[in-house]
């Protein structure tokens, strides 16, 4: 049970960050986007150093999770609490994350304003799913380790779904730098670099 729990916790995390971290060099944001565009190496980096950061703090809280997990048998009162606080973590480090999305502003090249309302949107929905698995784990019931174990692993489900999903809008905004510019930037950028690998 230890294990499997260890396993949920490090999936949920890792599939979320697969999905964010790759499928562009770009970021989204929930609070209002700044209508300024910065030159594209500039917003680049910014992009990239904050969702290195984000990824970095969910790498954390998910490691955290899965050494606080010392359950004994029967008991999955600590597997539950540790799954609540990682997706409470995730919530609150994507909340931190849009905002300095916001702030950056929006590149400075042909379509730079959508892209940077599709990278925002693509973070606002990915709040959304660490939201809707918290309030699912909040949940889930303490009372039957085989019932609680089913019910955590469609909440891993339901966030690597909903993953899946936000990553197709990261790469409708990659689509938007028709000229490649954005995608040029990322690869000589050192903290795009640090991103993808």
Not at 34 to 62: F, M, R, Y
Not at 85 to 102: G, M, P
Not at 108 to 133: C, E, M, S
């Amino acid at each position: 049970m230890q294990r499997l729990t260890r396993v949920l916790l490090v999936v949920a995390v890792f599939a979320l960050l697969a999905a964010a971290c790759g499928g562009s060099s770009q970021s989204a944001s929930s609070s209002h986007a700044s209508t300024s565009s910065k030159p594209v190496n500039q917003w680049t980096a910014g992009i990239c150093t904050d969702v290195a950061a984000w990824a970095k703090t969910l790498q954390e809280a998910g490691a955290t999770a899965s050494s606080a997990i010392t359950t004994t048998a029967g008991d999955i009162t600590a597997p539950k609490q540790a799954l609540v606080k990682v997706l409470d973590d995730s919530v609150s480090a994507t909340d931190k994350l849009i905002s300095q999305l916001a702030a950056n502003g929006a590149p400075d090249v042909p379509n730079g304003q959508k892209i940077q309302t599709q990278v925002l949107g693509a973070f606002r929905d990915g709040r959304q799913v660490f939201a809707d698995a918290l309030t699912k784990a909040q949940a889930l019931s303490t009372s039957d380790s085989t019932a609680f174990v089913d019910a955590a692993k469609q909440v891993s489900t339901s966030i690597s779904s909903g993953f899946d999903t936000v990553g197709k809008v990261f790469n409708n905004a990659g689509k938007l730098d028709t000229g490649g510019t954005i995608d040029r930037a990322g690869k000589t950028e050192p903290a795009c670099k640090a991103i993808n690998g």
